[in-house]
């Protein structure tokens, strides 16, 4: 006999779920990221365009004073500002993070932080270069575009002459002092905070790599990793040294007299004690390079402190 007609069978449902409902999660989650997107690309756009709109109001007004080569010229200084010391910047952290991946041991200890940076090594295996060039590209981009105000300093650096005047206490012409020292201690002091940025980076990224290790028996900073960190801050030490240097220049400008100028406290007092601030920056800088091959952070510790 034919078997009898059955009516069809009712889909199983699994206990707590619901049908159709991972089709609507993916919708509602396409839905909100289309949202973000939208409000973040409309934020973009309207700060954009009102950059651009303050923009060409600058331009116009220039150009109706009939000194648009005025705002050209200052508007090619940003530019050249901005890409030159993002590139620079850039330069720094990459090199310093490729120097530490090349480090980074074959196999690394095992404990409870290898337990949780397991899953991002996980995740980025081969790719680290990658995560290498966003990182120093975003960190890159926020320091050149910081930069871009210190179009005045470029400028008259660029446009440096002399006085035939010299200082009387330097002997340096005092076109120095009015065109080229604001440039260069800005540089200094920009070089000094990317150095210390790029120290920082540097040992989380030596941390990530198993270079460093706080909770592990045995070397927990590996000898290669010491070395790395101290000609990093005996770079740090070496521009603090060129800081000081400019600093005695800087005694020419000094308030604190009566009158503005280097006054009897400055000459006497000030510029011995930025002399001696110069020699024990020198020795920290030794201090730093005979560490590399030391045990121990002795001699580190007492440089930062000196």
Do not use: C
């Amino acid at each position: 006999m034919p078997p009898e007609d059955t009516p069809p069978q009712r889909p199983r449902l699994i206990p707590g779920r619901r049908p159709g409902r991972f089709g609507r999660s993916a919708r509602v989650g396409r839905f909100r990221v289309i949202m973000l997107v939208g409000v973040v690309a409309f934020f973009v756009g309207t700060v954009s365009l009102r950059g651009l709109a303050s923009f060409y109001t600058d331009y116009l007004w220039f150009d109706s004073l009939g000194h648009s080569d005025v705002f050209t010229s200052v508007l090619g200084a940003q530019v050249v500002l901005v890409v030159l010391f993002t590139l620079l910047f850039f330069g720094i952290l990459f090199g310093n993070l490729t120097v530490a991946d090349r480090m980074a041991p074959l196999v690394r200890p095992p404990g409870p932080e290898e337990d949780l940076l397991s899953h991002y090594h996980a995740v980025v295996g081969r790719r680290g270069w990658l995560v290498r060039l966003g990182l120093s590209g975003l960190f890159a981009l926020i320091a050149g575009l910081g930069v871009s105000g210190r179009w005045q300093e470029w400028l008259l650096y660029t446009n440096r002459v002399e006085f035939g005047v010299d200082d009387l206490h330097f002997g340096r012409d005092i076109g120095f002092f009015v065109f080229e020292l604001p440039l260069l201690t800005f540089v200094v002091g920009w070089l000094f905070s990317t150095l210390i940025l790029t120290l920082v980076i540097t040992s989380i990224w030596h941390y990530i790599n198993g270079g460093i290790r706080f909770q592990t028996v045995g070397v927990r900073v590996r000898p290669q990793v010491k070395a790395h960190l101290s000609v990093l801050l005996g770079s740090v030490a070496l521009v603090k040294v060129a800081d000081y240097w400019l600093a005695r220049f800087e005694l020419t400008t000094s308030t604190r007299g009566v009158v503005d100028g280097a006054s009897y406290t400055d000459v006497n007092a000030q510029l011995p004690a930025i002399n001696l601030l110069i020699l024990i920056s020198l020795l920290a800088v030794v201090l730093l390079l005979v560490n590399i091959r030391r045990r121990g952070w002795v001699l580190p510790t007492l440089a930062v402190g000196l």
